[in-house]
């Protein structure tokens, strides 16, 4: 428990084992001084975070004054790479949507509606059926027609200049 506690502080295995085995000694040191005012859980929690929160600084003040060359390339100086989609990759999917959405309208208008209301509005089989008075049998067979012709659309459109 003292590990696992120690480890939440630190964010480190190596180091929490040296905050829990610091702790457990200093405890031992200070058994003299216990109380009984809590549960001794509780106090040897309390040993463990302030040994915790001793580290931290310790680290801290280590990076503080640790010596580097201006030559040495740091890593906490890079700028990390954002995690939302580059310029080039939002054109990309704009002009990939674009290009859907009119293989879309070139189908004929019975495909089109099964296609919309089974993949852009996610309606079941059963319910397409009843929306168009069609039987589901119909329904999964328009849809394959539909995704083929725009399939086929999206093909020509790559092999055009």
């Not at 480890?7 to 109380?35: S, T």
């Not at 069609?134 to 999964?140: A, D, F, I, L, Y």
Request: hydrophobic share 35%.
């Amino acid at each position: 428990a003292m590990l696992n506690v120690a480890y939440r502080m630190l964010g480190n295995h190596e180091e929490a084992c040296e905050v829990a085995q610091d702790a457990f000694v200093a405890a031992y040191k200070g058994l003299a001084n216990f109380r009984g005012e809590a549960r001794f859980t509780t106090w040897l929690t309390t040993i463990t975070l302030n040994q915790a929160r001793n580290r931290i600084e310790h680290l801290a003040s280590r990076r503080r004054h640790e010596a580097y060359s201006l030559d040495t390339p740091r890593r906490d100086w890079e700028d990390p790479p954002s995690g939302a989609p580059s310029a080039l990759d939002l054109l990309e999917t704009q002009a990939l949507r674009q290009r859907v959405e009119k293989c879309i309208d070139a189908l004929p208008p019975d495909f089109r509606e099964v296609l919309v209301l089974r993949d852009l509005r996610d309606y079941s089989y059963e319910e397409i059926g009843t929306m168009l008075s069609v039987r589901e049998g119909t329904v999964k067979s328009r849809l394959f027609r539909a995704r083929e012709g725009v399939k086929d659309c999206l093909k020509r459109g790559r092999e055009a200049p």
